[in-house]
Structures are given as structure tokens and as C-alpha cells.
């Protein structure tokens, strides 16, 4: 078992699953930012006003997260994953496909938001396992900032 240390607070070992994981949460937040943009640009009807502020909201929520998980990852040792092809390979969100309604986009985005929760699960289990308690905490902190994302766009969706 080796110790990866990155800095002189950083000692996290065995993180290979850890880093893979964080990569498909990488993957995931990039490709739902330009999921997000294309909904942001193309939303119409009566809600575009709300929905087209909502988005924007979300993909620079995206940005903030995809960013803070790159920056953990390369903390422990690791390397985000940085081209398309990677992204599009590893996320767990589909692109943008087609017209949609307005509802339709918040439906995906709900969607979307509960599969990246999923990988963020993962995420906090595998940040357990080798114990590496600020990755563990960073990911708990995006779960309960997730939850109200989706109960709001849910009630939007008068779910």
C-alpha cells in the first residue's frame, strides 16, 4: 500500500477507485454544463424568463463543482480528465438531443441532477473507504445543495 503526498496535510492511499469515480463526476459536470447552455439557449414559452436565469444558475453550479473535484483530484495524486472524447466516454449524462419543451428540459435536468448524486454516493463511499475525509465532506456538501436543486425544479414540475 503506498501513500500519495501531495502536500504536507495530503497523505490519501489506494485512491485508484476514488480517482476513478471523481473523474466520471468530472465527466458528468462538464457534459451537463453544456446540457445546461444548450437548455439555457434554446428554452421558450411562458417560463423562458425563469428557465433561462434557472440554467444558467445550474451550469455555473456545474462549473464550480467540476472545478473543485478537478482541483481535489490532482490534491491526491490524481488527473482530471480534460478532452470531450474523455468526458463523453465517462459521464453519466447524455448530451442534448432534439427539441424540447421547457418542461422536458427541467424533467432531464432532474434526471441528470440524480444521476450525478448517484456518482457522487459512490464517490463518498469510496472517499471512506481510504479515508480521505475532506474529499468525503467536499461531496456530502454537493448532495445537500443537490437535493434542494431537485425538490425546487420537482415543485417547478408541480411534482
Known amino acids: 500500500m503506498s501513500t500519495i503526498q501531495t502536500n ?4 490519501v492511499t489506494n485512491t485508484a477507485k476514488l480517482q476513478e469515480v471523481l473523474n466520471r463526476q468530472i465527466a458528468g459536470w ?3 454544463y453544456t446540457k445546461l447552455h444548450n437548455f439555457h439557449w434554446y428554452v421558450k414559452g411562458p417560463h423562458f ?3 433561462h436565469a434557472k440554467f444558467e444558475e445550474l451550469y455555473n453550479l ?5 472545478d473543485e473535484v478537478a482541483e481535489r483530484l490532482l490534491t491526491i495524486g490524481g488527473r482530471p480528465v480534460a478532452t470531450i472524447a474523455e468526458q463523453l466516454r465517462l459521464s453519466p449524462i447524455t448530451e442534448a438531443q432534439g427539441q424540447l419543451s ?3 428540459m427541467v424533467d432531464h435536468v432532474v434526471d441528470d441532477l440524480n ?7 459512490q464517490g463518498i463511499h469510496e ?3 481510504v479515508e480521505d475525509n475532506a474529499t468525503e465532506d467536499m461531496m456530502i456538501g454537493f448532495t ?4 434542494k436543486e431537485i425538490w425546487m425544479l420537482n415543485a417547478f414540475l408541480g411534482k
Open 30 to 32: 462538464s457534459v451537463l
Open 8 to 11: 504536507p496535510n495530503t497523505a
Open 62 to 66: 456545474a462549473t464550480a463543482n467540476m
Open 49 to 51: 424568463f425563469t428557465l
Open 127 to 129: 472517499a471512506g473507504e
Open 102 to 104: 421547457a418542461e422536458e
Open 115 to 121: 444521476a450525478m448524486l448517484h456518482v457522487i454516493r
Open 144 to 147: 445537500a445543495a443537490l437535493d
